[in-house]
């Protein structure tokens, strides 16, 4: 996949993806697929060996799969459980559509709004949703002295009862998460946190409020 890339072969690259997804599921298509070759497209462009325009375009092609992964899943929208989207600034949303897909193969409906949300603008929508979660994604370029503080706002000022789940690389830097948030770093802890009994009360609570 990464030579069809190099060699500017789009349907290739498409080929092989839907190849590699076939036999498995969502979860383990992000955990031994998407997930390390994002990685290896992001040190390949590092170092001077993939283009700008190459980078981007394979983040267009994978988020484009994903997100059509996540409708046939999916169907029709369900009233949303788990709230996705980035904080201020950050603009990388591949780590969101991996999650997105995932969750819809769980038959748990997610929302993935646009990148770069304002923090009372996140706290709007997961009260407006009525969502059990909130999933928030950064990667290693977000400036840790600026996520540290914005994680702990954002958990103060959600509803008790909506859970926060972080992911991407840039939450590795930071230390001290606050109580209430779960660092959701593989596909496995994914796996669990969507399980938990926590998890599923809270939408199943919220759901019935919602329609009650």
Not at 28 to 43: H, K, S
Not at 50 to 60: F, M, Q, T
Not at 78 to 88: F, G, S, V, Y
């Amino acid at each position: 996949m990464l030579a069809a890339l190099q060699a500017h072969q789009v349907p290739k690259l498409t080929t092989l993806l839907e190849k590699e997804r076939k036999n498995r599921s969502m979860l383990d298509f992000v955990e031994e697929i998407a997930a390390p070759l994002t990685y290896m497209v992001g040190e390949e462009w590092a170092r001077g060996a993939l283009p700008v325009h190459a980078e981007h375009l394979y983040s267009s092609v994978l988020e484009s799969f994903l997100s059509r992964e996540a409708s046939r899943l999916m169907g029709d929208m369900r009233k949303p459980a788990i709230l996705l989207t980035t904080p201020a600034g950050e603009l990388h949303t591949l780590g969101l559509a991996m999650v997105h897909a995932a969750v819809s193969e769980a038959g748990i409906s997610s929302l993935q709004l646009p990148e770069s949300l304002p923090l009372g603008e996140i706290v709007k929508a997961a009260e407006a949703y009525r969502v059990a979660a909130v999933g928030l994604s950064a990667s290693c370029h977000y400036p840790p002295r600026l996520l540290g503080p914005l994680i702990r706002q954002l958990r103060a000022s959600l509803p008790a009862d909506t859970a926060l789940w972080l992911g991407g690389a840039g939450m590795a830097k930071i230390s001290n998460l606050p109580a209430g948030t779960m660092d959701l770093s593989s596909m496995n802890q994914l796996r669990d946190a969507l399980q938990s009994r926590m998890f599923l009360d809270r939408s199943s609570k919220r759901t019935t409020k919602a329609t009650g």
